[in-house]
């Protein structure tokens, strides 16, 4: 096994060459843990190579499956690459993984809600009272059919969510506002 003793001070010197170069070496030794391809990973993107670290994260996921953080990583990757199917199934692991880890919860959700899975994205964002979540019950609702007038006219309410609530209702209008506009006397 490399010596990573310097790994400490080296990745607080910001140091990315060498911190690079050192668990490369810790990399390519037999029975490495997965600690040493996550942390490989996250060197990589602050040294900017970003490319290169989804690598370095399948292997930290393979090696142990139960790595929260390293599915984390790898959901952040995959959405860095344009991958929103591969990054949700990352996020919902680590999600399911450490269920406290409301960032993974969210951008489980958020994702759900991109992809067009109303069920996955209503069960995520069910017990959050932000203004996103709020807006995300609305869209779902709508893009379900379901009658949202109560909820629109509360979101309305809010002058600051007015513009974000306008949003939704043009992506779920399915071709139609449901607005209201002023009848216009010919004269």
């Known amino acids: 096994m490399t010596d990573l003793s310097a790994l400490h001070d080296i990745l ?39 490319a290169q670290r989804q690598i370095w994260l399948k292997r930290a996921v393979s090696e142990r499956p139960d790595y929260a953080m390293a599915w984390f990583e790898l959901g952040r990757a995959a959405l860095d690459d344009g991958d929103l199917v591969a990054a949700a199934q990352a996020f919902d692991t680590a999600a ?17 809600l991109r ?27 709508a ?20 513009p974000a609530v306008l949003r939704v209702l043009t992506r779920t209008a399915k071709g139609t506002l449901p607005l209201k506009l002023p009848q216009f006397e010919r004269t």
């Open 12 to 50: 607080q010197a910001q140091d990315w060459p060498r911190a690079e170069r050192l668990l490369r070496r810790a990399a390519q030794k037999k029975g490495a843990p997965a600690e040493v391809y996550y942390n490989l990973a996250k060197v990589l993107e602050a040294g900017g190579k970003p």
């Open 96 to 112: 399911r993984l450490a269920p406290v880890d409301h960032e993974a919860r969210r951008l489980s959700a958020q994702l759900a």
């Open 115 to 141: 992809l067009g899975d109303w069920e996955k994205a209503k069960v995520g964002f069910a017990e959050s009272t932000d203004s996103e979540a709020r807006l995300a019950r609305y869209r779902i609702a």
């Open 143 to 162: 893009e379900q059919g379901e009658d949202t007038a109560a909820a629109r006219a509360a979101l309305l309410r809010d002058p600051e969510m007015r």
